[in-house]
């Protein structure tokens, strides 16, 4: 029986790995390698590692890991776990005293043909990931709602060749004239396609009128959970499809833990996606998970009340 069986091996998962391995518990760590951001060149925002790439990130955590041999890493997806009569968790073959979630969000993207190829590319989705990396070049964000409204007018900070698309949708009237103030055209012809290539954009093509030479998009994507595990498990959920945790990262299920994307407090009013969010909260629920085996293991009471 494993102190503790870990699935998801992005930020979260990785840095809940480096804490339960320096506190030798014995871990297993199973991932299917496919990170949200995973598309995407570098990570940036991120403190003493900007601009590293995803999979060179997760590589460098993995090795890091590698020393504390009570953790174990396997790439492999994992299709269920459950909770046993006796409270333990399975997964597969494998039995442990806890479970930590750590799978993720994956982002839906609108139906428009040509951004799945770009997307984390020159197709982004948040200012703080990529804003910078678009100073000075020709962007469109693409969307008519007042959040839409709200990045385009940010995204003024970083370039002057900024447009507003709806993509068909109407746009309120005093959403259009602080627009105009700010310098930021709109157009709302329906886009046919986004073409580019090799990840690059080039242009989007619109239903009429001419093609709008550019070098990104920013998008609204729909956020899911990346694996179905919590909601089998039972796990209490949100109804913008995280998981719902405590200050501790304990789910709603007795010894399932959840960190990471995929979950947040209820005193957070939305996911805030970012990879140094991920792996502090990984840290926090490995944190919690240790010394609650640690009251088990010496009955001792419980760390944190509810
Ligand atoms: C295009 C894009 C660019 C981004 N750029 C940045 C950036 O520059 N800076 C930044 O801070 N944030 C960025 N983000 C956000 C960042 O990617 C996430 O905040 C971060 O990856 C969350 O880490 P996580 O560990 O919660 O989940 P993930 O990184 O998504 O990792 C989850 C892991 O769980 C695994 N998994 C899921 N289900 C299973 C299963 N059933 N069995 C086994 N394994 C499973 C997955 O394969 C994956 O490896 C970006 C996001 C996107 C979409």
């Given amino acids: 029986m494993r102190d503790v069986i870990i699935i998801g091996g992005g930020p979260a998962g990785l840095a809940a790995a480096l804490t339960l391995g320096r506190a030798h ?7 299917a390698d496919e990170g949200r951001n995973a598309t995407a060149d570098a990570v940036h925002n991120l403190f003493g590692h900007d601009g590293t790439p995803p999979a060179e990130l997760r590589r460098l955590a993995a090795e890091q890991v ?13 299709p269920g776990a459950h909770r046993t009569p006796a409270g333990t968790f399975a997964a597969g073959d494998e039995r442990a005293r806890r479970l930590l979630l750590a799978t993720g969000l994956k982002d839906d993207l609108p139906a428009i043909a040509g951004l799945p190829g770009l997307w984390g590319r020159s197709a982004f989705h948040c200012p703080y990931c990529h804003g910078h990396e678009v100073t000075g070049t020709r962007v469109s964000v693409i969307g008519a709602g007042p959040d839409r409204v709200r990045l385009a007018l940010h995204l003024t900070r970083f370039t002057s060749g900024l447009t507003l698309s709806t993509h068909g949708a109407p746009l309120a009237p005093d959403a259009r004239d602080l627009l105009a103030r700010h310098g930021v055209p709109v157009r709302c012809e329906p886009i ?10 080039d242009q989007i093509v619109y239903e009429s009128g001419a093609p709008a030479p550019a070098d990104a998009v920013f998008v609204k994507t729909t956020l899911a959970q990346r694996s179905p595990l919590a909601a089998g498990l039972g796990c ?13 990262c304990r789910t709603s299920v007795p010894g399932v833990y959840a960190a990471g994307d995929m979950a947040r407090r209820a005193t957070v009013p ?10 502090a909260s990984g840290t926090i629920a490995a944190g919690a998970l240790d010394q609650d085996l640690l009251s088990e293991d010496f009955a001792l009471p419980a760390p944190f009340t509810p």
């Fill in 192 to 201: 046919t396609r986004l073409e580019g290539r090799s990840g690059r954009l």
């Fill in 25 to 31: 518990r014995d871990v297993l760590l199973l991932d």
């Fill in 270 to 279: 939305m996911p805030f996606a970012a990879v140094i969010a991920a792996a």
């Fill in 66 to 78: 590698k020393p504390y041999e009570s953790v174990e890493l396997r790439r492999t997806p994992v």
């Fill in 236 to 248: 209490a959920a949100f109804p913008d499809a995280t998981v719902r945790v405590d200050e501790f």
